[in-house]
């Protein structure tokens, strides 16, 4: 509503100088050093200096055991490349080990990656910025109990864990080009968090991502998969991730949008895939970032540094609205970036072997499914009564009673004051004062989610 | 194209998926199809009408059957089939009279495969236990259609099966439509026969899917199939799996951080305006620069200070002039640690590469014990596009030595990158860097400006590549810039080569004096490896620069097969 001038928004930016300091070892291609190669290319071109920088807490094992189990975040704390033989069997249990290698640092790393991402959804949460960008967060794959495709602690889940305490519903976007399976799963369940993911599938890593998978329970239709087939190109992307977005955006309506900017699905950085652009990946993020939303900005697989570092690097000038030259200024791994020391990349001659026509197939399947969706709004209608109910002691009661929970102190909660409460405000006020968003909105009961998938069914019907 | 689910065609998914409904069975299915295809090729052979014997091809009479080639496709259990034809309901039968006649050659394949096969893999495949049974109570169907057209040219169906698969990619046909009718024909019995462990979506997950297959739900003989998921997984619904969704409102344990305290702001550009940051900017890089005098390479410090300098403007509360004066007395630590490795832990670091790989960890540990982890691996990228690298990399190829990931798994194709880039830097017949270059490689790692300088011209020997038998090509091709040219190294074969090069040489040498005492102590390696490994081409002077360092590596070498 308020606002329409420009889209300048506040960007924090998240980055610990470490997290480029971790190696996975011989011949693995995830490679935390594009991390830092991305860091170091936003301050060639000044970047830095339009947003707010932070250098993130560690994450304690403690907070990453929200959603990981106990005995997996143990694990991950302790195992070593010298201790692994005496962890053999558990590694094999947590599926550690071979895609998902014992290095020295791992847990570090974990803490690195997941406190900048979480750090940033509390930044969002207390609506202290418009946009967290976090480009060490990427490890979407991760299971519960389980390491998987590189991933050991999945960031992106406490992340949007993170941002549930604030936001009835969360929107998870995925344009790596593996399924955030990890995602997808942890939150198939539940209409709070949509997960959309795009993404190559067939006989393929995580081997989910299927488009009839659409969640399960409360959560059916709350699982967007888009398979796509190799070879997809900037414009045909475009062609699908806008109607796809902007009907969810519609239709789900979230407060609040986690993107994972995987960069596995550039041309070139992968063998024969996708073939996107850095301007066509970054098209995705320029339209979630239109919807004017808090976003959270994620990075994700991608494994060609220099490319790694040049996609990101202009994303975050998106963020900025910043327009950035293509001509690459020196930076410390400028050599990384030959032959032609430029930022923007050209797609392959590959085949775009997805058609117009199959895509539009999926389209309107899937504009079918979210037809399924109870309206947004009308959830938000009922929902408002609900603030009259005691925060504290209906939270504390729905509450797993083996949770450690004590009453926190009142100006410690922090709400999402109006769900689409415009950014410009905190940037005048007390934007540091968090006392000032002590107002508690209740969003959502048990009850009222209950009566959410009644009126899917009888959608469903009809 | 992914060749492996190339074999089988529409038939064979459709045979796939009458056992079971799993596309990953389906997969592999095909997958063993193809290599009962390639074999069938190879030797020439083909299968009699009943499938009983695999035959010469001259045996049988040959009859007209190429027509039918174009329908043998690729089964792609994308998503593609799946939207064309959710709603064709024609059960598999009613689909395999209608289509069956264009999918003859391929189920002939199919069926000649399945009959190469082991018994128990075929019963495993259609989802009987290895009791034996019948398997051709799964073939019936498809032998009765198809013995009128099984002689077909074995070759033929090959090739119809690879053009098949090209234009599949465009053209939906009708056994696409068929295979996805019978996965989902098959959903309800593997839920049934899975539902036991955990609640399994995807039986279940789609509605019309659903309803078809109550509709057409038919095959009783699968309910002890089990799929076998190659590729394919389930999303687990269960505690053990999903997340615990925060109920409403937001609150934060006591003991729990407030994570602004702990986040570090480095830099907030709210406090001053941009052009004020800017003059802040200059002075401080102007200040820093002093301090620094020839050696800081003036870009590349400047970014590093830009950094320094904004956070020292934050931690004192954007006092420019404050700032500026931390500043000037904390440029020692504003320098970057990596210009601080001494030549000692550089060759330690490298020997620990070429023995351990990429492990850092054990490099660290064995090493170079006076950097930590993580130093070695910051260390690493800046080292890896210096020219030290390239000279590295051609002593060894070390690149390529440990992958040992899943060989199979399409995730990884990084390795191929990988293994191009060393290969690519490792392309030289044998290993004689020129002289130049190597103490390059030196004068980078000691001094930024003169490696910076020389990541530019550096590719200027690669001129000298086509004169030169191409002994410098595997050096320079990880050169940054492609098309420079050094008129100095152009004229490499002639004898006005070896002294430009000499003067060159020692010019570097000169400017990398502290290198030239390491290489001192392995100057009495003897004179025939520089025969060997210089064919004998080089200046005295460049050769013997750069002989240390190949003897150097040799040694390293030895080293290593010891490790």
């Known amino acids: ?462 | 194209m992914d060749g492996a689910s190339s074999g089988g065609g529409g038939s064979s998914a459709g045979g796939g998926g009458r056992g079971g409904s799993g596309y990953g069975v389906v997969a592999r299915f095909s997958q063993c199809l193809a290599e009962f295809r390639t074999w069938l090729r190879t030797n020439w052979l083909r299968f009699n009408a009943d499938k009983t014997d695999v035959v010469l091809p001259s045996v049988e009479s040959s009859s007209p059957g190429g027509s039918a080639t174009s329908d043998d496709h690729e089964f792609d259990p994308s998503a593609d089939m799946l939207v064309h034809d959710f709603d064709d309901e024609r059960t598999l039968e009613e689909e395999e009279m209608m289509e069956g006649e264009t999918n003859f050659s391929s189920e002939i394949e199919d069926l000649a495969r399945e009959g190469d096969m082991p018994i128990h893999e075929l019963l495993s495949l259609y989802g009987y236990d290895s009791t034996v049974r019948l398997p051709e109570e799964d073939e019936e169907e498809e032998e009765e259609e198809e013995e009128g057209e099984d002689d077909e040219d074995p070759d033929h169906d090959d090739h119809s099966g690879c053009s098949g698969e090209n234009k599949e990619e465009n053209i939906k046909d009708s056994s696409g439509q068929e295979d996805e009718t019978q996965s989902s024909n098959e959903d309800p019995s593997q839920s049934v026969a899975s539902q036991d462990v955990q609640e399994m979506i995807r039986p279940r997950r789609c509605k019309y899917f659903d309803t078809n297959s109550e509709i057409e739900e038919e095959s009783e003989e699968d309910e002890d199939y089990i799929p076998s998921e190659d590729w394919k997984k389930e999303i687990m619904v269960g505690s053990m799996f999903q997340a615990e969704i925060p109920v409403g409102v937001c609150r934060y344990r006591e003991n729990e951080k407030v994570y602004e305290n702990d986040d570090q702001l480095l830099w907030d550009p709210e406090y001053l305006p941009e052009d004020k940051v800017i003059v802040f900017l200059k002075d401080a890089s102007r200040r820093t620069g002093d301090e620094k005098g020839v050696e800081a390479i003036p870009e590349g410090s400047h970014i590093k200070d830009n950094e320094q300098a904004l956070y020292e403007l934050v931690k004192c509360n954007f006092d420019t002039e404050e700032a500026l004066r931390r500043l000037r007395f904390n440029v020692k630590a504003a320098r970057e640690e990596l210009s601080v490795w001494t030549e000692e832990e550089c060759r330690n670091f490298e020997q620990g590469l070429k023995a351990y790989g990429k492990d850092f960890h054990l490099i660290q540990a064995n090493k170079v014990r006076t950097r930590s982890v993580g130093e070695c691996v910051a260390f690493y990228y800046m080292w890896k596009k210096s020219e030290r690298y390239d000279f590295f990399a051609q002593q060894t190829r070390f690149g390529k030595k440990k992958y040992n990931l899943h060989p199979g798994v399409t995730d990884y194709m990084d390795r191929l990158l990988d293994e191009s880039e060393s290969a690519a830097s490792s392309r030289a017949p044998s290993p004689p860097p020129t002289a130049s270059s190597s103490s390059n490689g030196q004068s980078e790692k000691e001094d930024g400006t003169v490696g910076a300088h020389n990541g530019v011209s550096s590719n200027g020997p690669g001129e000298m590549v086509t004169k030169e038998e191409g002994k410098g090509e595997g050096l320079h091709v990880n050169g940054p810039t492609g098309g420079h040219k050094r008129p100095l190294h152009a004229e490499t074969d002639t004898n006005g080569y070896e002294a430009d090069d000499l003067t060159t040489d020692q010019k570097l040498a000169h400017m990398t004096a502290r290198n030239e005492s390491d290489f001192d102590d392995k100057s009495e390696r003897p004179a025939k490896k520089r025969r060997v490994n210089s064919s004998g081409r080089e200046s005295p002077g460049s050769s013997e620069f750069f002989q240390e360092a190949v003897s150097h590596g040799k040694a390293e070498e030895l080293e290593n097969t010891d490790d």
């Open chain 1, 1 to 462: 509503m308020v606002h329409t001038q420009g889209t300048r928004r506040k960007v924090c930016y998240y980055y610990d100088q470490d997290v480029g300091n971790y190696n996975y070892g011989q011949g693995h291609p995830m490679k935390p050093h594009g991390i830092r190669m991305t860091h170091n290319l936003l301050l060639s071109y000044s970047l830095d200096q339009k947003m707010e920088i932070y250098r993130p807490h560690k994450t304690s094992a403690e907070e990453m055991t929200k959603y990981h189990s106990n005995d997996y975040i143990k694990f991950l704390c302790s195992i070593r490349p010298d201790n692994m033989p005496k962890y053999s069997k558990q590694m094999q249990r947590f599926s550690v080990g071979e895609d998902c290698p014992v290095f020295d640092g791992l847990f570090e790393f974990c803490q690195l990656s997941t406190g900048g991402a979480v750090a940033s959804a509390v930044k969002l949460n207390k609506q202290q910025t418009d946009i967290a960008v976090s480009w060490a967060g990427n490890l979407h794959h991760a299971k519960k109990s389980e390491a998987s495709g590189f991933c050991y602690g999945n960031d992106i889940l406490l992340v949007i864990l993170e941002l549930l305490k604030c936001h009835q519903r969360v929107l998870y976007i995925d344009i790596d080009i593996q399924i955030g399976d990890g995602i997808e799963e942890a939150f198939y369940t539940t209409d709070q968090v949509m997960t959309v993911s795009f993404h190559k599938y067939g006989e393929y890593f995580q081997g989910t991502g299927d488009l009839r998978d659409i969640g399960a329970g409360k959560g059916r239709y709350y699982a967007v998969n888009y398979p796509l087939r190799d070879g997809i190109d900037d414009e045909y992307y475009d062609a699908i991730f806008k109607p796809v977005m902007s009907k969810v955006m519609e239709m789900f309506q979230p407060s609040a949008v986690v993107l994972q900017c995987g960069l596995d699905s550039l041309s070139g950085n992968w063998l024969d895939c996708f073939n996107l652009t850095i301007k066509g990946h970054a098209k995705c993020v320029e339209l979630v970032k239109s919807f004017n939303l808090p976003m959270l900005m994620l990075g994700g697989g991608g494994y060609t540094t220099c490319n790694v570092a040049r996609c990101w690097t202009y994303e975050t000038a998106v963020a900025l609205d910043t327009e950035i030259p293509n001509e690459l200024p020196y930076n410390n791994y400028f050599k990384y970036f030959g032959p032609d020391f430029k930022l923007l990349i050209s797609p392959s001659n590959m085949t775009n072997q997805n058609t117009n026509e199959y895509l539009e197939k999926i389209k309107q399947w899937f504009f079918e499914n979210l037809r399924m969706l109870p309206h947004a709004p009308g959830t938000q209608m009922q929902v408002i009564p609900e603030d009259a109910i005691p925060k504290e002691s209906g939270d504390e009661d729905e509450e797993d009673p083996d949770k450690r929970i004590s009453i926190c102190p009142s100006d410690k909660h922090i709400a999402c004051e109006e769900e689409f409460s415009d950014s410009d405000e905190e940037g005048e006020g007390g934007r540091k004062n968090s006392s000032n968003f002590k107002k508690v909105k209740r969003i959502k009961t048990q009850d009222e989610k209950e009566k959410e998938p009644e009126e899917k069914k009888e959608r469903r019907r009809s």
